[in-house]
């Protein structure tokens, strides 16, 4: 079973940046598609972006459109998101996650085989 581990996260003002990593146990990022999703207190998970095994095609929840990237370095079988602009509404847990089976869809929880255990993003007004 792949193991992720995200890091990255804490506290910053809003319209500051943060780049959270996620870190695999074997060559995932390249072979696999790779997703990020957060949990807002009191809210279900939900989609943020995604990546394509090949090639590489990037997709993004229209609410962090513009302001988040999605990237990877398969050297170091790292997954990374990078957050410019944040907002307050932007505070949740970050999970990583891959999609050991292919599949079409990559926007559901159910698209995804392993899970990261998170990051915490808090973002002051």
């Known amino acids: 079973q792949v193991q992720l581990v995200e890091s990255g996260g804490g506290l910053v003002q809003a319209g500051g940046s943060l780049r959270l990593s996620c870190a695999a146990s074997?060559?995932?990022?390249?072979?696999?598609?790779m997703g990020w999703f957060r949990r807002a207190p009191g809210k279900e998970r939900e989609f943020v972006a995604a990546i394509r095994r090949k090639p590489g095609v990037t997709y993004y929840a229209d609410s962090v459109k513009g302001r988040f990237t999605i990237s990877r370095d398969g050297a170091k079988n790292t997954v990374y998101l990078q957050m410019n602009s944040l907002k307050p509404e932007d505070t949740a847990i970050y999970y990583c996650?891959?999609?050991?089976?292919?599949?079409?869809?990559?926007?559901?929880?159910?698209?995804?085989?392993?899970w990261g255990q998170g990051t915490q993003v808090t973002v002051s007004s």
């Open positions: 996650a891959v999609q050991i089976r292919s599949r079409v869809e990559i926007r559901s929880e159910d698209d995804y085989d392993a």
């Open positions: 074997e060559p995932t990022s390249t072979r696999f598609t």
